[in-house]
T-cell receptor, first 116, second 114 residues
Framework: EAGVAQSPRYKIIEKRQSVAFWCNPI?????LYWYQQILGQGPKLLIQ????????DSQLPKDRFSAERLKGVDSTLKIQPAKLEDSAVYLC??????????????FGPGTRLTVL | AQTVTRSQPEMSVQEAETVTLSCTYD???????LFWYKQPPSRQMILVIR??????QNATENRFSVNFQKAAKSFSLKISDSQLGDTAMYFC???????????FGAGTRLTVKP
């Protein structure tokens, strides 16, 4: 079974530029998550999708971050414009269903973003 | 709001020995899940072990076991017979019983020395 795929693995941009990250979850997984992991910290949930609908985006900085999952499969996270403090690893995860912790989340390898 | 706090930023252990990583959490909920995740340099988060709060028995997965103290809100991970491949960042995490909004602590860097 293929795991969660993410691209690119690394991205370096100047502040105020735009950037997009792509995630393809495990086949059949209805729930998709985007996390931001700043160096030295644990991941922080940005947004959770159930199929193509948003379940929770309370921690997404909506003035500059956006995410979509149009067909309920793969997803794109965008930052526009980027700030220095957006430098982090962006992790995508998926689970078979939403709900509690009995639905294991499987993580992708992440995209390391550096904003100069 | 739920919070998760790791106790030690860094730890080291000799190969084949036992090490315990500690974590505390705060919640007002009675049912929830606790997790330990491993993150090697490749960055991919890997689930090590999961504990359901309503279960009295501590979870065990091969060389990994937990000491779950619900009243004290502590959740420690014991790694027995440490191997070089156990070198990684370890994160304690929490989710509510019916919500998969996972909250992570800051992580403990574990180094296994040959």
């Amino acid at each position: 079974e293929a795991g969660v795929a993410q691209s690119p693995r690394y991205k370096i941009i100047e502040k105020r530029q735009s950037v997009a990250f792509w995630c393809n979850p495990i086949s059949g997984h209805a729930t998709l998550y985007w996390y931001q992991q700043i160096l030295g910290q644990g991941p922080k949930l940005l947004i959770q999708f159930q199929n193509n609908g948003v379940v929770d985006d309370s921690q997404l900085p909506k003035d500059r971050f956006s995410a979509e999952r149009l067909k309920g499969v793969d997803s794109t996270l965008k930052i526009q414009p980027a700030k220095l403090e957006d430098s982090a690893v962006y992790l995508c995860a998926s689970s078979l269903r939403a709900g509690g912790g009995y639905n294991e989340q499987f993580f992708g390898p992440g995209t390391r973003l550096t904003v100069l | 709001a739920q919070t998760v706090t790791r106790s030690q930023p860094e730890m080291s252990v000799q190969e084949a020995e036992t090490v315990t990583l500690s974590c505390t959490y705060d919640t007002s909920e009675s049912n929830y899940y606790l997790f330990w995740y491993k993150q090697p340099p490749s960055r991919q988060m890997i689930l090590v072990i999961r504990q359901e709060a309503y279960k009295q028995q501590n979870a065990t997965e091969n060389r990994f076991s937990v000491n779950f103290q619900k009243a004290a809100k502590s959740f420690s991970l014991k790694i027995s017979d440490s191997q070089l491949g156990d070198t990684a960042m370890y994160f304690c995490a929490f989710t509510s019983y019916n919500n998969n909004d996972m909250r992570f602590g800051a992580g403990t860097r574990l180094t296994v020395k040959p």
